[in-house]
């Protein structure tokens, strides 16, 4: 066992009685972290103590590595980055199970003892300090090559390739309250002193007064210097920047109520899409951009408030298992399965000002993929380090100034809340405002059609409808002999009327129907005309008179048919049939009067078969009626429709959207 002596920082090896002097290692430093040496937990119902720390220090951050020991003698590690812990345990690697470490990369799927997993993590890390037991000698800058995957059920595994070979550490995403950490034999820390740096920016000395938690940088508000941050202190400066194109929303310091608690604004980002230009500074070239709130609760952690264009989003990270599983990917979101692929894009870093737990630079590029089931967004976020998946959901301009008015320590802060206008464009999980009311008048559409046939069943039921008369003339050539009729008498079918036909004809292929009775206060006639024409025609002149009124109502119509052959084929023209309609007449007594002329040159006798019927219903109605009552839902529906196409036409399966390159990243598929 090594240990790490607690006043001089001397690592010595502790075989019995004996110690064995291994040189000196630095002081911890301060990182607000809720742990400390000799504490005591429970992790289920086992007991443990904190027994060491190894802290090590990435490209962008710092992180511990906590050694536990449990009153069943097993060893474990607690390791606490970015407001995360995780419990391992060693455990034997089967061979052939570890790949080299050159050979991983986040996002990039594996099948381990027959579970999926995911590479979320990969870096070399330096140890900058250590306390208390170890099972292993460290020194200052020993280096820690590992890779973090996620798998099924919050199963985590880290590949530590420090070893030769590789080991495998085996455990679960916990949080830090579960382990009911007990300080009363804590051993009261020892912290290096960070000496004579301000609280204030190394370039303007504008004040620095931090936030949120554990940092590693802050960029100033006033004049753009980003800092390196280290146990609360301000190092050097390692990026200057200018202010953005658009001004924020908000600003640091400005406090937000979501989700019941307040959330701070400790940091602001902005970031754009971006493509690969080979003119362009660095390779690629930037597009639209929108902004990104940090926020910070001392017992919640973070939280990020996106803004583009007016739209919004409160987003949380979310573990990779529960992202590419089948449940929920978090409390009250949709299952795995109702998300839907949006885009993937390039997105780079653009400004940065405040605190953030890792090295922010301007140029940081990511690979994102967005998926939607709106109000709901679920995003992954990958480089060569690491792959992150987020979830959140959507909020509308007046949810942002409700909250912000409602955040305690607000103040005079409020009053330069200076929101975006109302956006006139559809954001990717910006919820459908008619979707709801489609759904619903969808399910109403088929009652509206039954109501519309029942309306036109009722309007025909109010009058007496049915055939009046049925007859049929034979129409004579234009030549002295006088015509005919097939039947001698016409066939009255209405049993009120109680009327015969007038006999008298005073000339050739003139004919009378009736008189006949109307009993309706409002109604029609209609005179059904058929005759088997062959290329010929005839023009039928109608005259329906009004006998007690002396009113008339006239129509003329033409039957015609023709036939014949050309050099595509045999063709036709006209129809042997017509119809005449005499609408509004009241209740009285009629007589019908037709007139029939037809080509001279025809010498054959031609047949004309004559039915009336009074009432007759229109099916326009019926049509009109239903197009009155469906037209509301109609038009919701097809509002819906049209907002989805707004949506999905700025996605990549949009008719004219074209995918931004995003390779440069070596990943599994997160589709």
């Not at 008498?489 to 006999?503: I, R």
Request: glycine share 10%.
């Amino acid at each position: 066992m090594f240990a790490i002596c607690g006043y001089c920082q001397s690592m010595v090896l502790r075989k019995g009685a004996a110690l064995e002097d291994l040189g000196k290692i630095s002081e911890v430093m301060d990182d607000g972290s809720p742990v400390r040496l000799g504490m005591t937990g429970k992790l289920g119902k086992r007991d443990f103590q904190v027994a060491g720390r190894i802290q090590l220090k990435w490209q962008d951050g710092i992180w511990n590595e906590w050694f536990l020991l449990f009153s069943d003698n097993e060893t474990g590690w607690l390791g606490e980055g970015q407001g995360m812990f995780f419990v391992t345990f060693q455990k034997p690697a089967p061979q052939g199970v570890i790949p080299g470490f050159e050979q991983l990369a986040p996002g990039q799927k594996l099948t381990i003892s027959g579970k999926p997993f995911q590479v979320s993590w990969k870096e070399t890390s330096r140890c900058v300090s250590g306390e208390g037991e170890l099972p292993f000698a460290v020194h200052d800058g020993w280096e820690s090559p590992s890779v973090d995957l996620m798998g099924p059920g919050g199963t985590f595994l880290t590949f530590d390739y420090s070893d030769d070979p590789p080991s495998l550490y085996v455990g679960e995403e916990v949080k830090i309250e579960s382990l009911a950490l007990d300080a009363s034999n804590a051993v009261p820390e020892k912290v290096r002193k960070v000496a004579t740096e301000s609280m204030a920016c190394l370039s303007c000395g504008a004040p620095y007064t931090p936030h949120g938690g554990e940092n590693a940088s802050w960029g100033c508000p006033t004049c753009g210097a980003v800092h390196d941050v280290l146990a609360g202190k301000l190092q050097t400066i390692y990026e200057r920047q200018n202010p953005p194109d658009q001004k924020a929303a908000l600003e640091l310091g400005m406090v937000g109520k979501f989700e019941g608690y307040d959330w701070t604004v400790v940091g602001i980002m902005r970031r754009a899409s971006a493509w690969k230009d080979d003119e362009a500074s660095g390779g690629w070239a930037s597009g639209s951009g929108w902004f990104e709130y940090l926020l910070w609760n001392a017992e919640h952690g973070q939280r990020w408030l996106s803004e583009s264009d007016g739209h919004w989003n409160l987003l949380r990270t979310v573990p990779a298992h529960l992202a590419e599983g089948s449940q929920a990917v978090m409390p009250g979101a949709p299952k795995r399965a109702a998300f839907r692929h949006f885009a993937t894009y390039n997105a780079i870093t653009t400004w940065v000002v405040g605190e953030f737990d890792w090295r922010v630079k301007v140029g940081d590029r990511f690979v994102v993929s967005d998926h939607v089931a709106p109000p709901w967004i679920l995003g992954c976020e990958r480089n060569e380090r690491e792959s992150v998946w987020s979830a959140g959901t959507y909020l509308d301009r007046e949810q942002i100034l409700s909250a912000f008015e409602k955040g305690s320590g607000s103040g005079s802060l409020i009053g330069n809340v200076a929101l975006p206008p109302p956006p006139n464009t559809v954001f990717a999980n910006q919820p459908n405002p008619y979707a709801d009311k489609a759904r619903s008048m969808g399910k109403l559409l088929w009652k509206f059609l039954l109501a519309a046939f029942l309306i036109h069943l009722v309007v025909s039921g109010l009058h007496p409808s049915g055939s009046i008369a049925r007859t049929e003339f034979a129409i004579q050539p234009e030549n002295p002999t006088p015509p005919a009729t097939v039947s001698t008498e016409t066939v009255l079918t209405d049993s009120v009327a109680g009327s015969t036909v007038e006999p008298g004809i005073q000339k050739p292929n003139r004919f009378s129907i009736g008189p006949f009775a109307f009993p309706s206060n409002v109604g029609n006639i209609v005179v059904s005309l058929e005759s088997p024409i062959y290329d010929d025609w005839m023009v039928v002149d109608a005259t329906l008179t009004d006998r007690i009124t002396g009113r008339t109502w006239n129509d003329v119509k033409e039957i015609s048919y023709y036939t014949g052959m050309d050099s595509d084929g045999s063709w036709s023209e006209g129809s042997q049939t017509a119809s005449i309609r005499f609408d509004g007449l009241e209740k009285g007594e009629y007589l019908l009067e037709l007139e029939i002329d037809r080509d001279p040159a025809k010498q054959d006798r031609l047949d004309l078969r004559v039915n009336v019927k009074r009432n007759k219903g229109s099916i326009a109605w019926f049509f009109l009626a239903a197009l009155v009552l469906i037209l509301f839902p109609i038009t919701t529906i097809f509002r819906s429709m049209g907002f989805e196409s707004r949506r999905w036409a700025d996605s990549d399966h949009g008719s004219t959207s074209t995918n931004s390159d995003n390779d440069g990243f070596s990943s599994g598929d997160d589709e």
